[in-house]
Each structure stands twice: as C-alpha cells, then as structure tokens.
C-alpha cells in the first residue's frame, strides 16, 4: 500500500495501480486502500474502473468522503 502512494505520488500512475491492486488482494476491506486506487485510476485516466474502487471503499466505509468526491469527478 505504501509503495502504490509512494508511486502514484510520482506520478508513475501504472506500476501505482500494480501495487495497489496487490493491496486490496491481500486487505480487501480496506476502505484507504480502494479509495487511493480509485484515484490513482482516475489519474490514469481509467475513470470506469475508478468509480468501481470507490464503490467498493464506499461498501466498506459508507462516509468516505474521498471517495464520494471521486465518484463525482469521475
């Protein structure tokens, strides 16, 4: 998870989403981790699988604010 924001940080959006999809593999109730996908694909200009990261934080933490911002740039 900390190496994905560490890239996506960078600017290096697609080794990024490689290593966030790996986060939410192994924590797939993390709500930071779909959240911080679902922006990073929204950079990538992936915006449909982006609003599909921020529904699935949205299922785990129905307040996520940043997520709900990115469904709306999205």
Known sequence: YNVGI???HQKDFAEAIQSLQKA???NPQSEEAWTTLG???YAGKYYEKAIVAFQKALK???TA???WHGIGLA
Do not use: G, R
Request: aromatic share 14%; glycine share 0%; no cysteine.
């Open 24 to 26: 939410v593999k192994i």
């Open 39 to 41: 922006k990073t694909l």
């Open 6 to 8: 560490y890239q996506y």
């Open 65 to 67: 604010h940043e997520a």
């Open 60 to 62: 785990i933490l129905p």
